[in-house]
T-cell receptor, first 114, second 113 residues
């Protein structure tokens, strides 16, 4: 089974803090994603990465950056956390080859910014 | 770009009844349509998907139908059970591209015993 692991399930941070959300997948997937999930807004794509050191903006990249130094790890960075970034963050990965449509999600990281 | 609309946002049914969730998409090039189920506090997981060369696909109590002309697809759950209670997301994508899944906003299904 594909395993996507998010290192922190619950975090509370102060406004202005730098926040790192880490994600690791064990299936050698090329594609990795960070989504934000808010009630009534569904799953919105923040950033994605096709491969190591590659990144592309999603629908809501403002206030976020990402890092993909190794294939298995994709990090989401909030340079200066704000209260409107309180949300649930989901990491996901996907095989990029033929038939690789299924996205596998991590368990999610609940971030509260106070 | 692609836009996916999902209805209803909430759905309550009695155990044993059927539930139908509908989605529409805007990009006629989209050809892959998955459905994800997210139970409370858990990760979304793929439950069924359909490609544009197929009009219907069934897996036990779950079925998905696709109308390419109208650009809409639906999830049908028959003989609902309390464990079907969850948030369901539809999505659309152009398969084979480096494109991404575009998700609907989700439907919260409650199955009352």
């Amino acid at each position: 089974d594909v395993k996507v692991t998010q290192s922190s399930r619950y975090l509370v941070k102060r406004t202005g803090e730098k926040v790192f959300l880490e994600c690791v997948q064990d299936m050698d997937h090329e594609n990795m994603f960070w989504y934000r999930q808010d009630p009534g807004l569904g799953l919105r794509l923040i950033y994605f990465s096709y491969d190591v050191k590659m990144k592309e903006k999603g629908d809501i990249p403002e206030g976020y950056s990402v890092s993909r130094e190794k294939k298995e790890r994709f990090s989401l960075i909030l340079e200066s956390a704000s209260t409107n970034q309180t949300s649930m963050y989901l990491c996901a990965s996907r095989f990029s080859g033929l038939g690789g449509n299924t996205i596998y999600f991590g368990e999610g990281s609940w971030l509260t910014v106070v | 770009g692609e836009n996916v609309e999902q209805h209803p946002s909430t759905l309550s049914v009695q155990e044993g009844d059927s539930a139908v969730i509908k989605c529409t998409y805007s990009d006629s090039a989209s050809n892959y349509f998955p459905w994800y189920k997210q139970e409370l506090g858990k990760r979304p997981q793929l439950i069924i998907d359909i490609r544009s060369n197929v009009g219907e696909k069934k897996d036990q109590r779950i079925a998905v139908t696709l109308n390419k002309t109208a650009k809409h697809f639906s999830l049908h759950i028959t003989e609902t059970q309390p464990e079907d209670s969850a948030v369901y997301f539809c999505a659309a994508m152009k398969e084979g591209s480096q494109g991404n899944l575009i998700f609907g906003k989700g439907t919260k299904l409650s199955v009352k015993p």
